[in-house]
């Protein structure tokens, strides 16, 4: 059993440029959500899906876009990077229920 | 304002001690709080949910206590092990929302 998978692992862009990070997941969850990562800062939450075609925003939204066309897929795009979108982003999924939140292992973000 | 707080500083003790992680929070009224495990370079793990109408919860030498009147949780690790080395997460839900907020965590180092 997969889990929640993310890629790339590493990446580095130039600012201006856009990517997306992928993140699937095979537990069939209804929930999902990304977070980033930055010392001191603790996990703060960017956008969430409770179900396919619905999306909403999380506390720093700002520069990132989502999508939920599938249970299983909810990519993140940076729409034009900047150097303050350096950070470690978490995809995660749970049930319904809540209980129980699955990550992945993380995807390492450098903007120059 | 709102706030989750848990100590910054590494918490170092001797192996076979009992590690207490301090997690608390003002101006939320979570229904779960939560206690992840995360490694560095990895997710973050999770370990044990505590519900607001429940005063403590174990699971092998894992316990965890939530006050609702101090807005405080407790978690401890007894018989701590070098392997229990790793920073520890707290985070709160609220019961209308998914949404999971994250403490920034506390880092434990157990000497052999």
């Known amino acids: 059993n997969a889990g929640v998978t993310q890629t790339p692992k590493f990446q580095v862009l130039k600012t201006g440029q856009s990517m997306t990070l992928q993140c699937a997941q095979d537990?069939?969850?209804?929930?999902m959500s990304w977070y980033r990562q930055d010392p001191g800062m603790g996990l703060r939450l960017i956008h969430y899906?409770?179900?396919?075609?619905?999306?909403d925003q999380g506390e720093v939204p700002n520069g990132y876009n989502v999508s939920r066309s599938t249970t299983e897929d909810f990519p993140l795009r940076l729409l034009s990077a900047a150097p303050s979108q350096t950070s470690v982003y978490f995809c995660?999924?749970?049930?319904?229920?809540?209980?129980?939140?699955?990550f992945g292992e993380g995807s390492w973000l450098t903007v120059v | 304002s709102q706030k989750i707080e848990q100590n910054s500083e590494a918490l170092n003790i001797q192996e076979g001690k009992t590690a207490t992680l301090t997690c608390n929070y003002t101006?939320?009224?979570?229904?779960?709080l939560q206690w992840y495990r995360q490694d560095p370079g990895r997710g973050p793990v999770f370990l044990l949910l505590?519900?607001?109408?429940?005063k403590e919860k174990r699971k092998e030498r894992l316990k965890v206590t939530f006050d609702t009147t101090l807005k405080q949780s407790l978690f401890h690790i007894t018989a701590s092990q070098p392997a229990d080395s790793a920073t520890y997460l707290c985070?709160?839900?609220?019961?209308?929302?998914?949404?999971?907020?994250f403490g920034s965590g506390t880092r434990l180092l157990v000497r052999p």
């Open positions: 985070a709160l839900r609220m019961d209308s929302s998914y949404k999971l907020i």
């Open positions: 101006n939320y009224s979570p229904a779960y």
């Open positions: 505590i519900r607001e109408n429940e």
């Open positions: 995660a999924s749970m049930t319904g229920e809540g209980n129980t939140i699955y």
């Open positions: 537990m069939n969850h209804e929930y």
């Open positions: 899906s409770v179900g396919a075609g619905i999306t």
